[in-house]
């Protein structure tokens, strides 16, 4: 019996995912490559390419989960390889590291979004919307079950649940 199965696109199981877990998401990545094979882009053009659609497209994932180091990892990977070579298999060297290039724009970067950084906002969001009181049945469903102190942050369930 499979112990993870797919729900809108997002990975669910009753155990902890892992890398393997999320490989679609670096395969629709992949994908979504192919019909820029061979076309001849300025920097430009490749960089809004990898901010609108290569970095868009694991936003959904990266709203319900913490993803693991190795896939953002492998995201990182595709998205640089794309922004430095194109969609070509042909070696370039890379003028400056990722990390640089993540920076916004006013600190010096190309504003390409970090995936790590991005992860950790979406994911915060929910925390927001549950310690500001909301009333949602998703709310009180979580208060009930991880947080009997009142208090997300005095919670002990801290790593009990696989979204946080």
């Known amino acids: 019996m499979p112990?993870?199965?797919q729900y809108l696109g997002i990975p669910i199981s009753n155990k902890v995912l892992g890398i393997s877990a999320f490989e679609g998401i670096c395969n629709k990545?992949?994908?979504r490559l192919d019909p820029w094979k061979g076309k001849f882009m300025t920097s430009w053009a490749k960089l809004i390419l990898t901010n609108s659609c290569?970095?868009?497209?694991p936003m959904y994932v990266?709203?319900?989960?913490?993803?693991?180091?190795g896939v953002h990892s492998k995201m990182d990977t595709i998205r640089s390889r794309f922004f430095w070579r194109g969609a070509g298999d042909e070696f370039?060297?890379?003028?400056?590291?990722?990390?640089?290039i993540c920076k916004p724009k006013i600190h010096g970067g190309l504003g390409i979004i970090n995936t790590k950084i991005m992860n950790q906002c979406l994911l915060n969001k929910w925390i927001w919307k549950i310690e500001s009181g909301y009333e949602?049945?998703?709310c009180k469903l979580l208060r009930v079950k991880y947080m009997q102190s009142n208090n997300y942050f005095c919670s002990?369930?801290?790593?009990?649940?696989?979204?946080w």
Not at 54 to 57: C, I
């Open 54 to 57: 290569l970095s868009n497209l």
């Open 92 to 100: 370039k060297y890379d003028t400056a590291k990722w990390i640089a």
């Open 29 to 31: 990545m992949i994908k």
């Open 62 to 69: 990266m709203g319900f989960y913490f993803l693991p180091k």
């Open 156 to 163: 002990n369930q801290k790593g009990s649940s696989q979204f």
């Open 3 to 5: 112990t993870s199965s």
């Open 136 to 138: 949602d049945l998703w």
